[in-house]
């Protein structure tokens, strides 16, 4: 049986809020130099995973964009989507009640995602889910990112935890890893952007829809 669940840690895009549109937004914005692609939405959505580098990479493989000046467009894509990354971004509707009932719980909540420090920070508080989080782990304080467990072990020094009091939850398999690898509870959140299949293969202890069954996972764990 896991110990007691003393922090949830969440992932951020696909797991608590959708940020595709202004992604997608940023993306297509940074390639605009090299012809009109159009709606970048659904190609956004099959490319993210891993931070902003893999991210356009993956888009310029995609749409055979040489890549030779991906540096200066990765610099340029960073500073464009720091500035405008709530603009038509939203939480997912169970997002704050998950918030609120482990504030009402006494569980610390954090967030580890790939996003750079200043879109994950300035993100976060325009959302208003900045005040119930003990810390946030971006692409920039990431030791070792996910799947690896640094995050995890990280977060958990932080909140003044153990690695095995963690619940880690995402929508992406390096989610699932980081957590599995650290001894945290592992939940698996599906109708995210990672492959569904994959993701209801991926060994998770739990697999949920809505991220409010975190709560009932909290509870039957801490009983």
């Keep these: 049986m896991p110990q007691k669940i003393k922090l949830v840690i969440l ?19 940074t390639v605009a130099k090299y012809g009109d692609f159009g709606d970048l939405q659904a190609l956004t959505r099959s490319s993210i995973g891993n931070g902003a580098r893999k991210l356009l990479e993956r888009v310029y493989d995609a749409l055979s964009i040489d ?30 009640p998950l918030l609120e009932g482990l504030k009402a719980r006494g569980i ?23 005040p119930y989080l003990t810390c946030v782990l971006s692409a920039d304080d990431m030791l070792r990112p996910k799947p690896d467990p640094w995050s995890v072990f990280e977060c958990a020094r932080r909140a003044g935890v153990r690695p095995e009091e963690c619940l880690m939850a995402g929508d992406g398999m390096t989610d699932v890893g980081a957590a599995r ?22 060994g998770a202890m739990y697999k949920i829809t809505d991220i409010t069954e975190i709560l009932g996972i909290v509870d039957a764990v801490n009983q």
């Design 11 to 29: 992932d951020l895009d696909g797991t608590i809020a959708d940020t595709i549109p202004d992604l997608a937004s940023a993306v297509r914005r």
């Design 108 to 130: 610390k909540a954090a967030v580890a995602t790939m996003k750079p420090r200043g879109a994950a920070q300035g993100l976060l508080a325009r959302l208003g889910v900045l």
């Design 67 to 96: 890549k030779k000046d991906l540096e200066a467009d990765l610099a340029a894509y960073k500073a464009l989507y720091a500035r405008e990354n709530c603009i038509d971004t939203v939480l997912y509707k169970g997002t704050m």
């Design 181 to 202: 690898s650290a001894g945290a509870v592992s939940v698996a959140v599906l109708g995210g952007y990672y492959d569904q299949e994959k993701m209801k293969n991926s």
